[in-house]
């Protein structure tokens, strides 16, 4: 069996554990939990002798088992990523609160059916081969989302050009119509100039024939 023994706590205390065979797997399980630094999500590994002990906190929820090293990574925490899931669906928010082996007589069940399913059913490596590749694809598509956005700095030169014609463009529009109203106003001081120099000489004529600037003569 490549997983012998598995737990899920809340920091150190443990909620639910199980163990396939009779080894001290359990007191070196709780000196690992007080051994994670901090609180933040980890995937890491320890080992002991020839068996290696993997451990998944996510959400401040630990889930823990021990394998042998001939199992690798990949069944060990598919299994602990199925372990995790299936204990937050179904204690929720009690997992935050519960006391020391609170779930052990349900969960403990579940731990011992999983760690014999990815131990021994083919079926366990298939599924978690094709959650690989599925991940490869991933990666390949992030990447290729990587290449195109290395290209920004061109799409970014395009937009600033773009905008600059638009910039251009309403600047020109804006400085036709000024001008257009510069060289209305310009026709009409020019019609008045014309028309008040029209009355000018006008005025000029007729105060020579009528002899005076009162024009005396043609008043009469």
């Given at each position: 069996?490549?997983?012998?023994?598995s737990?899920?706590?809340?920091?150190?205390?443990?909620?639910?554990?199980?163990?396939?065979?009779s080894?001290n797997?359990?007191?070196?399980?709780?000196?690992?939990?007080?051994?994670?630094?901090?609180?933040?999500?980890?995937?890491?590994?320890?080992?002991?002798?020839?068996?290696?002990?993997?451990?998944?906190?996510?959400?401040?929820?630990?889930?823990?088992c021990?394998?042998?090293?001939?199992?690798?990574?990949?069944?060990?925490?598919?299994?602990?990523?199925?372990?995790?899931?299936?204990?937050?669906?179904?204690y929720?928010?009690?997992?935050?609160?519960?006391?020391?082996?609170?779930?052990?007589?349900e969960?403990?069940?579940?731990?011992?059916?999983?760690?014999?399913?990815?131990?021994?059913?083919?079926?366990?490596?298939?599924?978690?081969?094709?959650k690989?590749?599925?991940?490869?694809?991933?990666?390949?598509?992030?990447?290729?989302?990587?290449?195109?956005?290395?290209?920004?700095?061109?799409?970014?030169?395009?937009?600033?050009?773009?905008?600059?014609?638009?910039?251009?463009?309403?600047?020109?529009?804006?400085?036709?119509?000024?001008?257009?109203?510069?060289?209305?106003?310009?026709?009409?001081?020019?019609?008045?100039?014309?028309?008040?120099?029209?009355?000018?000489?006008?005025?000029?004529?007729?105060a020579?024939?009528?002899?005076?600037?009162?024009?005396?003569?043609?008043?009469k």
């Open positions: 069996m490549a997983i012998l023994y737990l899920v706590a809340r920091g150190s205390v443990v909620l639910a554990e199980f163990s396939a065979t080894t797997a359990s007191a070196i399980a709780r000196q690992i939990l007080e051994k994670i630094p901090g609180n933040d999500d980890s995937h890491v590994s320890y080992s002991q002798d020839r068996y290696i002990f993997h451990v998944k906190r996510t959400d401040g929820l630990t889930v823990l021990m394998a042998d090293e001939t199992a690798g990574r990949r069944i060990p925490f598919a299994f602990l990523e199925d372990v995790h899931g299936r204990f937050a669906k179904t929720g928010r009690a997992v935050h609160t519960a006391l020391a082996y609170a779930m052990n007589d969960f403990s069940r579940v731990l011992n059916q999983q760690m014999d399913y990815y131990s021994s059913d083919p079926n366990a490596d298939r599924i978690n081969r094709l690989g590749e599925m991940s490869q694809v991933r990666n390949v598509m992030i990447e290729n989302i990587d290449k195109v956005l290395e290209r920004g700095d061109r799409l970014e030169l395009l937009v600033d050009k773009t905008a600059n014609m638009q910039g251009n463009t309403f600047r020109f529009r804006k400085q036709a119509r000024r001008f257009k109203s510069t060289l209305w106003w310009r026709n009409v001081k020019l019609t008045v100039a014309l028309i008040i120099l029209i009355l000018v000489v006008i005025y000029v004529v007729l020579f024939v009528c002899h005076g600037v009162t024009l005396p003569s043609c008043i």
